[in-house]
């Protein structure tokens, strides 16, 4: 058995390891065969950019001077960027606001048309999803057009009612405005991931609880919440890596509020900007580098927390 | 998502294409032809009487139409004309091919202010070398000067935006307020403008890169100098800046422009209905107007720009271009050709009677052209005041060699003082560290500050 792996030490197929005799021991290619055209497309569209990336951020490519290698100097660099950490606060800070909120909503929204006490719920959850199937940019367009102070949707309200509301695109209330887009845009998908998941609960379940007297509040806490972790852990991931993602909304408002709006306003901003405009590819490359490994830390510990507790 | 991936893929793709781009490039050193750098007029007609397809990427309405006259004239010349995107979109492509080694264009249309960014990074061929700097009388001083760097000639002039004040005569008229011939006086009149009416503003402004360094141009400031074509020093805090700066920030700190983007629907709209009452913009300004702002035919009318001396004629290039040829390219000859057609020959024919403002000097100088009647502006004799103007832009203006990416960043800085309405020159003084930190890590020597 020994000598058997240890002349083939490449081998790794596990049949080997069994003691079988040598003519079994010719490789079976079958499974390869099936895996082989997905793993050629992951190599293509997946590894490749990324390995392509990783080895851009280790140069630095100048309109004068040309390029050269410089090691680690680009993330040293980002590390110390200003407008690289301003941009990453102000993405996490609409994480902790805005994802929280989005998906507490979304929460109640399947819930309450799970809790079959709603007339018409087929209604209501495409009514919710509905948003989702609207494409982020003509959801931004939309709601750039509503912000508006001076022809939008808030000129109308402050003309109407006589009143005043803050500019939604001043420097102050962008965010949130862009926060409010979101929501808009992502509470159908998370309902109905929430949704989903509900709907798999054995009903015999609810039977029992109602023997035993429980109330609607009672089975909310007791049995659909316990049974939605997985499905709030799916979202919270998607969520963050949403949040920290962020370009859409924020680079089609940018015409708009072009002041406020800075090009670094969120970290892909950055990178977009940096490499289309300003030709630092290198740099950009870095950026998203840091940004993916950032966001894959954040993505794993959240799974880790949500499993652990589901234990 | 998307982005990250695509962005991934590009690099991809760009790698690749650069490979293979420099394969084609070893290949092509044996055969020469018609990418010689160099020719006669003689070369050139030769090259023009060969099959050759020459890709022009512009936007310029009128390049369409002068690509097939000139192909009538030259039956074995194929001219593909590429609208490739408006000034930095298309900047961003051509930077983009450049970068690739491959897939840029014969011809590209270049704005003046970025074109030392495509000349300076070698990716531009001296004219030069066809003879076309012998063209220099052809074309006004202003224009002339804007192709002409570091002693070589990277373009030939297509337009020209010598500025001018454009005012709605109904507006001035209604409240009895006198065309401005100052910069004070023009303040002046934008406050007895918005007091008398507040939904009437002297103009709109939000914050333009353009706009700005053309109004320090024509204060006579110089903040961008080049020297050695890598030596730069950038002074936005110089006299001219500063006259600048003080004067339109009491515009703005006032609340006294009106805080709609140019080119929005809301901005042609406030153009038509007179709550945007002046524009103090390049001498291409007319067709837009006619186009853009049918309704108010008949109240718009052209005064020469506002000075700072009163009496001292002084004005500024604000926008225009000229065409340029490609190092990339393999049919330099050929295309040589048609960019002496377009922008020398019988072409600029055709993009004055497109609306372009023309930077030849015997156009600007044609009879037809200066007494033309303009029905739009009340018959006015509007190129008397366009032509003056081009004669009296200030002298000595230059662009940076990364004005591009420059501009991109004008609001991020300059733009929050716009934002808060308070003074620009702090704005300034943040775009030019931005602008210095840019061009450091691009390897030029940057000196920022006097």
């Known amino acids: 058995m020994t000598t058997v792996s240890q002349n083939r030490p490449t081998a790794v197929a596990p049949r080997l390891g069994r003691g079988s005799a040598p003519h079994k021991a010719k490789r079976d290619w079958t499974g390869w065969k099936f895996i082989g055209p997905f793993m050629l497309i992951f190599a293509f569209v997946l590894i490749a950019p990324v390995v392509y990336s990783i080895y851009l951020s280790f140069f630095k490519d100048q309109l004068v001077g040309g390029n050269s290698f410089v090691g680690f100097a680009n993330y040293i660099q980002v590390l110390g960027d200003s407008k690289f950490w301003e941009s990453l606060g102000r993405v996490s800070i609409f994480l902790v606001v805005q994802v929280p909120i989005m998906l507490l909503l979304a929460l109640f929204a399947a819930l309450a048309i799970d809790s079959a006490r709603l007339h018409f719920p087929a209604f209501f959850r495409i009514s919710i999803f509905l948003p989702y199937a609207v494409p982020a940019v003509v959801a931004t367009l939309m709601w750039g057009f509503m912000y508006g102070v001076r022809f939008g949707l808030v000129a109308n309200i402050n003309d109407?009612?006589?009143?005043?509301?803050?500019?939604?695109?001043?420097?102050?209330?962008?965010?949130?405005?862009?926060?409010?887009?979101?929501?808009?845009?992502?509470?159908?998908?998370?309902?109905?991931?929430?949704?989903?998941?509900?709907?798999v609960i054995p009903t015999d379940l609810y039977e029992a609880a109602e023997l035993d007297g429980a109330n609607h509040l009672r089975i909310i806490r007791n049995?659909?919440?316990?049974?939605?972790?997985?499905?709030?852990?799916?979202?919270?991931?998607?969520?963050?890596?949403?949040?920290?993602?962020?370009?859409?909304?924020?680079?089609?408002?940018?015409?708009?509020?072009?002041?406020?709006?800075?090009?670094?306003?969120?970290p892909n901003m950055y990178a977009y900007n940096l490499s289309f405009s300003g030709q630092q590819y290198n740099y950009a490359a870095t950026i998203a580098i840091i940004m993916g490994v950032a966001t894959a830390v954040i993505a794993l510990v959240v799974q880790n927390r949500g499993s652990r507790k589901e234990v | 998502m998307t982005i990250r991936s695509t962005r991934r893929l590009r690099r991809g793709a760009a790698a690749l294409t650069g490979v293979l781009a420099l394969g084609l490039a070893l290949s092509a050193c044996s055969s020469a032809g018609g990418s010689a750098e160099t020719g006669n007029a003689d070369d050139i007609a030769k090259a023009l009487d060969t099959e050759t397809t020459i890709t022009v990427w512009a936007w310029a309405p009128a390049v369409e139409q002068i690509a097939k006259d000139f192909e009538k004239e030259h039956p074995k010349i194929t001219v593909n004309v590429v609208n490739a995107g408006t000034g930095n979109d298309q900047y961003v492509k051509l930077q983009n091919a450049i970068k690739a080694g491959s897939g840029a264009p014969d011809v590209a249309q270049i704005e003046y202010y970025a074109l030392p960014?495509?000349?300076?990074?070698?990716?531009?061929?001296?004219?030069?070398?066809?003879?076309?700097?012998s063209f220099s009388d052809k074309y006004t001083d202003s224009t002339w000067n804007s192709v002409n760097l570091d002693g070589g000639v990277y373009a030939l002039p297509q337009d020209s935006g010598p500025m001018a004040l454009f005012y709605n005569k109904a507006v001035f008229d209604q409240y009895g307020i006198a065309v401005p011939t100052t910069w004070d006086e023009y303040v002046a009149a934008a406050?007895?403008?918005?007091?008398?009416?507040?939904?009437?503003?002297?103009t709109n402004d939000t914050g333009d890169a353009g706009f700005t360094t053309s109004m320090i141009w024509q204060a006579g400031g110089q903040p961008y100098k080049t020297e050695k074509s890598?030596?730069?020093?950038?002074?936005?805090q110089d006299a001219g800046s500063k006259k600048f700066a003080d004067t339109w920030s009491e515009l703005?700190?006032?609340?006294?422009?009106s805080p709609i983007t140019s080119w929005s629907d809301e901005w042609y709209k406030g153009l038509g209905d007179g709550s945007i009452a002046t524009l103090t913009i390049g001498a291409w300004m007319p067709g837009n107007l006619e186009s853009g702002v049918a309704q108010a035919s008949g109240d718009w009318r052209v005064a020469p720009m506002p000075t700072w001396e009163k009496g001292q004629a002084a004005s500024a290039e604000n926008g225009g271009g000229g065409d340029a040829i490609l190092k990339q390219s393999k049919n330099k000859l050929a295309a040589a050709g048609f960019l002496q057609y377009m922008n020398e020959g019988d072409g600029t024919q055709t993009s004055i009677a497109k609306g372009g403002f023309p930077s030849t000097v015997a156009d600007l100088n044609s009879d037809a052209f200066l007494n033309y009647e303009s029905p739009y502006f009340g018959g006015q004799k509007i190129n008397q005041v366009l032509v003056q103007s081009s004669k009296d832009v200030v002298k000595g203006w230059q662009y940076l060699p990364f004005q591009v990416y420059s501009n991109s960043i004008f609001n991020d800085t300059v733009g929050k003082a716009y934002a808060n309405k308070s003074d620009l020159n702090a704005g300034l003084e943040a775009w030019q560290k931005a602008t210095a930190d840019y061009g450091n890590e691009q390897g030029f020597t940057v000196k920022a500050g006097s």
């Open chain 1, 160 to 199: 109407f009612f006589g009143i005043s509301l803050p500019d939604p695109l001043s420097n102050s209330w962008v965010l949130a405005s862009i926060g409010n887009i979101v929501t808009w845009e992502f509470v159908g998908y998370n309902m109905l991931l929430f949704y989903a998941a509900l709907r």
């Open chain 2, 191 to 202: 406050k007895q403008l918005h007091a008398a009416d507040p939904t009437k503003y002297i």
């Open chain 2, 117 to 133: 960014q495509f000349a300076l990074s070698d990716s531009l061929v001296d004219l030069k070398g066809f003879g076309f700097d």
């Open chain 2, 230 to 236: 890598t030596d730069v020093s950038i002074n936005l």
């Open chain 1, 223 to 266: 049995i659909k919440l316990p049974a939605l972790r997985p499905a709030i852990v799916i979202g919270t991931i998607f969520s963050i890596i949403g949040s920290f993602q962020l370009f859409n909304e924020p680079n089609i408002l940018k015409p708009l509020a072009k002041n406020t709006i800075v090009t670094s306003f969120t």
């Open chain 2, 252 to 257: 703005v700190e006032g609340g006294l422009v």
